[in-house]
């Protein structure tokens, strides 16, 4: 398995002048890859801002087409073509907010890595479908009908990110038993789906992670990373998730 994976995530905040002074106070160290997710419009700027610093810019959605008259929206080639790696796809915001479905994360999914983009596909069941204990058979559900591309003929990356819904934004974070569980029960669906290559896929876990408890999410067996939101939106305090890592 490769390094932790740690994914900040910005949403729709940041700044010019602002990114320009994350970049600047960021504490690196070489436990982990890292990968930012600016809005779309500060891409090009975080990249240059990052010089040659080891660490990768990303974007956090695309459509499912390379070109054509979808206002709004951008391919993954564009994300390819400006120098970025990455890309988000099915963030639970996205499925709520716009009603993205398993399909259209499936599409995204297949656009992005034939288009040479490396993927974080989320997937995650809200406080309702967990309480009633649908929470495994929806995230089987949501795994099952996005990842159907052969990636033993992809040259980039597939990535899981774990979000439980419910914890996203809320301050409350899934206890390590419930992070632990999951991501082994993913691990085991992924086996399901990809066969041997299943076992190398890495699974982030996301949900209200700080750097208090980044620290004991990442010793958890099959969390392979994090997936950052608001604790990503200045350097210090995603420094200090980066520098906790052993």
């Known amino acids: 398995m490769s390094k932790p994976l740690i994914v900040a995530n910005w949403k729709m905040n940041g700044s010019l002048e602002g990114l320009k002074e994350f970049f600047e106070d960021l504490e690196l160290r070489d436990r982990a890859d890292v990968v930012v997710l600016p809005p779309a419009v500060y891409v090009r700027d975080c990249i240059s ?55 259209l994360v499936k599409r995204k999914l297949d656009c992005s890595l034939k288009a040479g983009i490396n993927a974080i596909v989320c997937v995650g069941e809200t406080l309702e479908e967990r309480l009633s204990g649908q929470a495994e058979s929806v995230v089987s559900d949501q795994l099952r009908k996005a990842i159907t591309i052969d990636l033993s003929e992809s040259q980039k990356e597939m990535v899981i990110a774990y979000e439980p819904i419910w914890a996203i934004g809320s301050g409350k974070s899934a206890t390590l038993e419930e992070a632990q569980e999951m991501h082994v029960f993913i691990r085991n669906v992924l086996l399901e789906i990809l066969g041997r290559l299943g076992a190398n896929v890495r699974i982030l876990y996301g949900g209200s992670v700080t750097a208090e408890n980044s620290v004991e999410l990442i010793k958890q067996n099959h969390v392979n990373g994090l997936l950052v939101g608001g604790a990503s939106l200045t350097a210090q305090s995603f420094s200090s998730i980066l520098n906790a890592l052993d």
Not at 70 to 82: F, H, L, P, Q
């Open 49 to 103: 801002a990052i010089g040659n610093r080891a660490l990768d810019v990303g974007v956090q959605n695309v459509w499912t087409e390379d070109s054509g008259a979808y206002t709004g929206e951008i391919s993954a080639k564009m994300v390819r073509d400006i120098g970025a790696d990455w890309v988000l796809i099915g963030h639970s915001e996205r499925r709520q907010l716009q009603k993205e479905s398993d399909e």
